[in-house]
Each structure stands twice: as C-alpha cells, then as structure tokens.
C-alpha cells in the first residue's frame, strides 16, 4: 500500500470546540464534512485521545470554526499539539459565542451542532452533528489542508488521522539548511537568517521557543 | 442559517465505484475522509438514491479514485447526474481493475477497501472503510470542489449533501450573455459564440447535448 495515496485527499482545517464545565475548549480537525441538506448534517472524526472527543460527548454540542487562508495561523497551533486538559486553548485567540458555543472570531465562517449520532473506530469517533446554526463570518478562500502543509508548511499531529509516520519534509527548491520547529514542523524560510533572530523568536505557528527549531 | 457558510467547507471530487453483479458501477461523491491512520480507514458519505449504495452494501467493498485537476472533467459528467442502474458508466472512461475493484484510469489516486461499518443518516449512508490497496497513479494535484465549481464551473446533482437549492450562478466579470448546461450547470465561456458552435457540440462535463444549454 502507498499511504502517499491518502494525500491526495482533500481537506480544510477547523476548530472543533465545545464547553468543558463552563470553559471553552476545543482542537484542530481536517476530518469535517457535510453528510445531509435537509435537515443539514455534518460528520466530525476526532481522537479519542484528543480531550475534546469527552466534552462532546458530555454537552452533547460542538461547533465547527472553519479557517480561512487569511485566519492567523497561530490559531492552529493555540488548538493543535497540546491537550485541552491542561491549557486554556481559548486563552490565547479572540472568540465569541454563537448559539451558546464558543467560536473562532477569526474564521472565516462557523458551523453549531446538536450531536445525534456517532460512529466508533479504533482511535477515532466519527461525530454525527445536526446543525442549528451556521453564518459566514468574513470574505476569505476556507484554508486547505494542502494549503496548511504547502504554503504555511505545517505538519500533522500524531492523533491526526491524516499523520503519516514517515512523513518528508517538503521539498525545497533551494539548497540552503532550513530551521524547522520540532513541535509543529513549521519551517522558517524569512529573509533573516534563522540564527540572528532575536532569542524571543517563537513559532508563528505553536509559539514554541526558538530553542525547540532544529536544522534540516 | 446562513447555508453559505456550508460552502466553506474544503472537499475534493471521487469516483466511488464497486461491482453489480459483476458489473462495474460507481458515482461521484465529494464527501470522503480519512478516519484512522493505522490500521487505515476513511468514511464516504453517499445518498440512500444512489445505486451504488445498494451495491456497496452487497459487494461489502468500494473503491475510492481521486480525481485530479488534470483528469478528464468529463469524467464527472459519466458517473454523476444520471443512475449507475440504468447506465454502464464504466463504458465511458478508460478504467481498470485493482486489488479485485475497478477504478478510474485517469484518477490521480485510488483507495480499495472493505466495509466495515456504517452510520445511517435521513438520506444519506456513511460507510467506513478499512483501506486495503492504495496508490498514486500519477503526479497532479488533485481536484478541490471549489476547483471543480470555480474552475470548471460545475455545480451539485440533487442528491449530493452540497446541493443548496437557492444555489446561485458564479458571478462573472463580463456582462456577456453565457449559455449553462441545464443538466450539470456547466458554463460555456469559449472564444467562439455559442450560438455558433456546431450542432454535435455535446457538454464537456456531462454530454449532454447543445440542444440543453440554456441562456443565462
């Protein structure tokens, strides 16, 4: 089998979020697709090891933020490579409640859901949603997976189902030595080069530290 | 609701395809993603409508081809808009047979998989897929919906979870008369009139005859 196949699959990149006790919470997904047109439905794949599959289940309510090309990419990683169990993930980006559930400000449109069904797989719960609400919230293109991994050049989380174990950086065109976050794989390609950055240098993507970028 | 925001929503185009009594049938769907990566599994939503549907169920396997910007859009044309029980829509492109399931030649990728669950919604089935047999066969990107409705400017059968009924013509910059393909909405906008194309001119997208174009 050549798992490159799978690539070739196209996606968007979403928040999925809900309410954990009172606090918002949520994570990335690319797994989101229209199921029905009337009543419109929605089919969500989250991990079961992502904390936000139980909160779902508890509230039995989750939202779709779907992120534009223009939506700030830090937004991937405030929601993506660390558990809503231990971090504030709303904390760090502008939101706002629509239809009772916290949102993404910076989407470019959002989707509210009453869960009415689920389906079960080995790591991942495939949410069924009925959805009550749904607005575009700005003129933007929806960003694409491919966009993500082409343009951004992120990289996937391991519970993603999209993660492939021997994933290749992208090839780059030019022979000079790249600086890649170890965390989220962003790779730095800005005209100054990477080691006279200012220590205070983070990942525009998961905000980790200069210190976690390693030479590829 | 504002239905709009569902079009936000990144999918890609596919031939879903699976045998009728040993009879090659599939149709088009927009609705398929992958759900775990080990062992791998991807849902694929397809309307109650559709033949193909049925013959999933009876085979217990389907295969997935992945359509790319540079597939042939009529392609789309042969397997959507019209039923795989009257229609040998195999007969139309040049397919062959991999891992016991017929695929699309001139896909850019394929998946073969083996039924191993499903979740029923109001219209449509959502299969789960266990991912047997899969490969790349050949270097393209592949094709987004939006690529498909932008581009090609193609729109929604009736039965695709998609279809907005309000659903509204792309907006163009000239005030030219256009003439749309009535059947699949494809748009003429070639350099020599409409009215002056010859009278076997058939639809690129679904061959349907010049005789169905209507002025928009």
Known sequence: MNKNAFRQLSYGVYVVSTWDKGRATGCTANSV????????TIAVSINHDNYTNQCIRDTGRFAVSILGEHSNPGI??????????DNNKFDEVKSEVRSYLPIVSDACAYLVCELIDKM?????????????????LKK???????YYHNVIKGKSP????????EEQPVQQ??????????VCGYVYEGEV???????????PICGQPKSVFVKK
Chains 1, 2 share one sequence.
């Open 193 to 203: 080069p990477f080691e006279e950055l200012p220590d205070d240098y983070v990942c």
């Open 76 to 85: 991937i990683g405030a929601f993506g490579f660390k558990s809503g169990r």
């Open 173 to 182: 065109s030019t022979p000079a030595a790249k600086y890649a976050c170890s």
């Open 158 to 165: 391991k519970n993603a189902p999209t993660y492939i174990a």
């Open 33 to 40: 697709m229209q199921i029905t047109s009337d009543p419109a």
């Open 120 to 136: 079960e797989t080995s790591t991942h719960t495939v949410f069924l949603g009925k959805v009550l609400d749904a607005d575009v």
């Open 140 to 146: 933007d293109d929806p960003m694409t997976y491919a």
